[in-house]
């Protein structure tokens, strides 16, 4: 099946949304604590997916020939990977390596000189390692919400 990777728009909101909410409840929220999921997935609504399409976010999107979305990928200041999330249908076929190279080669058109970071989920560090990212620090627990600081210097590497 021919997946196309373009830049999101705002009408691509609810269709991210509906994509990362589940697979955030499936996938990293049974490492966190109950009282943070609320705000956690609070942040990935149609409304906050909208905010950052507007602020200072850019996003990815892997859609199908029928344009449904199946994948993507964001990140904060054009530096950090803030999601990256593919359906499950999808998985195991290379796309989370095409959207991250997407939306680190439209980083570096905007300015990144090699340098970015990523809180990742408990099970998603390997993937991450496998995209070059090591551990800054171990598992962290911030008031209820466990992730793995990591982060990936091309400069120096």
Request: charged letters at 25%; hydrophobic letters at 40%.
């Amino acid at each position: 099946m021919l997946i196309n990777i373009r830049q999101a728009v705002i009408n691509d909101a609810k269709a991210i949304s509906e994509l990362i909410v589940p697979l955030t409840e499936k996938y990293v929220c049974p490492s966190c604590d109950v009282a943070v999921h609320r705000v956690l997935l609070g942040s990935m609504s149609e409304e906050s997916i909208e905010r950052y399409l507007s602020e200072n976010y850019a996003y990815v999107v892997a859609v199908t020939p029928e344009n449904d979305v199946i994948g993507v990928a964001g990140i904060r200041a054009y530096s950090h990977l803030y999601h990256l999330f593919v359906n499950d249908d999808y998985q195991g076929e290379g796309l989370s390596r095409r959207l991250w190279e997407a939306i680190k080669m439209e980083s570096l058109r905007n300015g990144n000189c090699g340098r970015f970071t990523v809180n990742s989920a408990m099970n998603a560090e390997s993937v991450y390692a496998r995209f070059g990212f090591k551990r800054t620090a171990g598992v962290r627990n911030r008031r209820g919400m466990v992730d793995i600081p990591m982060a990936l210097d091309m400069v120096s590497d």
